[in-house]
């Protein structure tokens, strides 16, 4: 099976987990804030903080916002359940807003309709990699006093306007789970500008317990090890060239699929540079409410495709919250006709051109 997506590692990786077995320090020793501080110059942000997950993050990066009982946070309905999840732990209330058709990211118009006394941050999911509508839900936050947090777990890498997302936003998480831009195995990241969210979080991830070793409040233990920093390290010196052949694949995508009608494509929007975590198609016209039966015949062919995402209120659990159908049709709509097709940088082009082949040949035949 071609899966959507998989990690690329090589000797270089290999060697510097092996040293850090072989060193003194498994965790809480030096590779951890090596990592942070390349992460932090790589996005140009002040500060950032590594965690066991991408999920840790965003429950850090939460916390740090002060996100608590009563309060909201505004998010897209189209992401991994985490992203409210993480809210939740908090016991703060997801609201969402709904989508823009073209890209699969929230609409500013949508979250400022969704605003409320009770509201305090806005959460912006870069899909795809594609970052989300920064200045204006930057500009919304501003005028209403919220945060803006962005979950960027699939976008390292990617930029805006000329700057690398995770120096933008108040507070920004990043996943490095095997199929994001870099892995650690496991692990996670949030980057900032501010010093007090930056020492809230390093609490956090510790019990609570502060530089003073006093504890303030009740944390966790989110820790990330030396082992998955040097891993880290060593990943996020590759970066750039993951990106470049991501970006490849996707311009290969893009030719070979120009001319089929009622298949729509992802695309970059004015100022926005993706990182191409996913190549989400969405099936139009002739085409539309025939997802699954493509969705299958791929698989059948063993192209490990994926859909991304199942809105968010559409789980057991959060219909079990009370969340309807129907709160988000275009998120709804944009779910029901995605297929995300194979993009990773060691996906190779006779695998892409298989790919390719299999997906014209099952529209081909439907049109
Ligand atoms: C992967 C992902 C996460 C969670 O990251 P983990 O490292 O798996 O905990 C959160 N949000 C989005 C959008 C993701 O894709």
């Given at each position: 099976m071609i899966p959507y997506g998989h990690q690329q590692l090589d000797g270089a990786d290999v060697k510097a987990v092996l040293k850090v077995l072989k060193s003194?320090?498994?965790?809480?020793?030096?590779?951890i804030s090596e990592f942070e501080k390349a992460l932090s110059e790589y996005c140009g942000a002040g500060y950032a903080v590594v965690f066991s997950s991408g999920t840790a993050a965003l429950h850090a990066a939460y916390f740090a916002a002060g996100l608590k009982k009563g309060d909201e946070f505004i998010t897209s309905p189209?992401?991994?359940?985490a992203t409210a999840n993480a809210g939740l732990y908090l016991r703060a209330k997801p609201v969402f807003a709904d989508i823009e058709w073209e890209t699969g990211n929230i609409s500013p118009k949508e979250v400022e309709r969704k605003i409320t006394r009770r509201t305090k941050a806005i959460v912006a999911v870069d899909y795809a990699g594609l970052p989300a509508k920064l200045s204006e839900l930057g500009k919304i936050a501003k005028r209403h006093k919220l945060f803006l947090i962005e979950d960027a777990a699939h976008a390292l890498g990617a930029s805006y306007r000329g700057r690398k997302i995770g120096?933008?936003?108040?507070l920004t998480a990043f996943s490095f789970h095997?199929?994001?831009?870099?892995?650690?195995g496991e692990g996670g990241a949030v980057l900032t500008n501010r010093r007090d969210f930056y020492e809230k979080m390093l609490a956090f991830r510790h019990h609570g317990i502060a530089s003073d070793a006093r504890m303030r409040f009740l944390g966790f233990n989110y820790r990330l090890s030396d082992i998955h920093s040097a891993l880290g390290i060593s990943q996020l010196k590759k970066l750039g060239s993951f990106i470049k052949k991501r970006r490849e694949i996707a311009r290969r995508y893009r030719e070979a699929f120009k001319?089929?009608?009622d298949l729509i494509l992802h695309r970059e929007t004015p100022g926005a540079k993706s990182s191409w975590h996913l190549y989400p198609i969405r099936l139009s016209?002739?085409?539309?409410?025939?997802r699954q039966e493509i969705f299958e015949k791929l698989r059948a062919s063993g192209i490990g495709v994926q859909v991304?995402?199942?809105?968010?209120?559409?789980?057991p659990y959060y219909e079990k919250l009370g969340y309807k159908k129907g709160l988000c049709p275009q998120a709804e709509k944009f779910s029901e006709s995605e297929i995300s097709l194979p993009i990773f940088p060691s996906l190779t082009f006779k695998e892409q051109a298989f790919v390719v082949k299999i997906l014209i040949n099952h529209v081909a035949r439907m049109a």
């Amino acid at each position: 099976m071609i899966p959507y997506g998989h990690q690329q590692l090589d000797g270089a990786d290999v060697k510097a987990v092996l040293k850090v077995l072989k060193s003194d320090w498994l965790t809480t020793g030096p590779k951890i804030s090596e990592f942070e501080k390349a992460l932090s110059e790589y996005c140009g942000a002040g500060y950032a903080v590594v965690f066991s997950s991408g999920t840790a993050a965003l429950h850090a990066a939460y916390f740090a916002a002060g996100l608590k009982k009563g309060d909201e946070f505004i998010t897209s309905p189209l992401t991994f359940a985490a992203t409210a999840n993480a809210g939740l732990y908090l016991r703060a209330k997801p609201v969402f807003a709904d989508i823009e058709w073209e890209t699969g990211n929230i609409s500013p118009k949508e979250v400022e309709r969704k605003i409320t006394r009770r509201t305090k941050a806005i959460v912006a999911v870069d899909y795809a990699g594609l970052p989300a509508k920064l200045s204006e839900l930057g500009k919304i936050a501003k005028r209403h006093k919220l945060f803006l947090i962005e979950d960027a777990a699939h976008a390292l890498g990617a930029s805006y306007r000329g700057r690398k997302i995770g120096g933008i936003s108040d507070l920004t998480a990043f996943s490095f789970h095997p199929v994001k831009s870099i892995t650690t195995g496991e692990g996670g990241a949030v980057l900032t500008n501010r010093r007090d969210f930056y020492e809230k979080m390093l609490a956090f991830r510790h019990h609570g317990i502060a530089s003073d070793a006093r504890m303030r409040f009740l944390g966790f233990n989110y820790r990330l090890s030396d082992i998955h920093s040097a891993l880290g390290i060593s990943q996020l010196k590759k970066l750039g060239s993951f990106i470049k052949k991501r970006r490849e694949i996707a311009r290969r995508y893009r030719e070979a699929f120009k001319d089929i009608p009622d298949l729509i494509l992802h695309r970059e929007t004015p100022g926005a540079k993706s990182s191409w975590h996913l190549y989400p198609i969405r099936l139009s016209g002739k085409l539309a409410g025939r997802r699954q039966e493509i969705f299958e015949k791929l698989r059948a062919s063993g192209i490990g495709v994926q859909v991304h995402y199942l809105p968010v209120y559409r789980h057991p659990y959060y219909e079990k919250l009370g969340y309807k159908k129907g709160l988000c049709p275009q998120a709804e709509k944009f779910s029901e006709s995605e297929i995300s097709l194979p993009i990773f940088p060691s996906l190779t082009f006779k695998e892409q051109a298989f790919v390719v082949k299999i997906l014209i040949n099952h529209v081909a035949r439907m049109a």
